[in-house]
């Protein structure tokens, strides 16, 4: 089982919608949990980071955490086609040292 | 700019060359990781370092790849004898000098390697 699971799209949808992006982890005591946008051809831009069991909110962002499913949610409301772009789950473990585990992205596309 | 910085932006080497891939973080931050990502797939980890010492470098193939972070001067990705599979793009993040769960990371630009 990979360590930190993204469906990797493409996910489309309309302008004004909600999109939902989904990650699972596999490591029980993952504390740290972070949602990354990436462009075509650009780096990773963080844009949450959650380490509490449910919501929280910036702006058009909503990052849901649940520990006991092991499973962290980014909503984007009012959706524009700027967001268009893949979106990176990381869950921050511990082996020894922390370390980011980065999910493989899922593509969002919103049409305008 | 208080940002990430990662130069060259582009690299392009022929096989048998070797390739250096410099990162200098934040302001202020004291760890750096390095990151592959091929097209198409996510990041992979690689290496993680302190000034002067490597902390968790067990993302790094066991030949040919080396990583350095002195205590004057940018962090160094050097990749010995480049192999057309190592063309990707190499991020480099930082982080603040605390050995903590919560630390958050901010990329680089990145330098895309192209191997000929």
């Given amino acids: ?24 982890y596999s490591d029980r005591v993952s504390q740290s949990f972070f949602w990354y946008r990436q462009y075509s051809g650009k780096s990773p831009e963080l844009i949450m980071s959650i380490y509490s069991n449910g919501d929280k909110e910036d702006g058009r962002f909503t990052a849901q955490l649940n520990k006991a499913s092991q499973y962290v949610s980014l909503l984007i409301r009012d959706s524009q086609p700027s967001d268009s772009a893949t979106y990176l789950c990381a869950v921050n473990i511990y082996s020894g040292t922390y370390k980011y585990i980065f999910g493989t992205g899922t593509r969002l596309k919103v049409l305008a | ?70 205590k004057e001067g940018p962090s160094i990705l050097r990749i010995q004898q480049v192999v057309r599979g190592d063309s990707a793009a190499y991020f480099c993040a930082s982080s603040p000098p605390s050995s903590s769960s919560y630390n958050e990371q901010f990329f680089g630009p990145g330098t895309r390697l192209t191997v000929l």
Wanted: charged share 25%; with cysteine; proline share 7%.
């Fill in chain 2, 1 to 70: 700019n208080a940002g990430v910085m990662q130069n060259p932006r582009h690299l392009v080497r022929r096989r048998g060359q070797e390739a250096r891939l410099r990162c200098s973080p934040m302001k202020g931050h004291s760890h750096v990781y390095w990151y592959r990502q091929l097209p198409e797939e996510g990041l992979k980890f690689m290496v993680y370092l302190q000034k002067e010492n490597i902390i968790d470098e067990s993302g790094m193939p066991k030949e040919r790849f080396s990583a350095e972070f002195p």
């Fill in chain 1, 1 to 24: 089982q990979k360590e930190v699971e993204q469906n990797s799209g493409p996910l489309s949808v309309p302008e004004g919608a909600i999109a939902s992006l989904n990650c699972t």
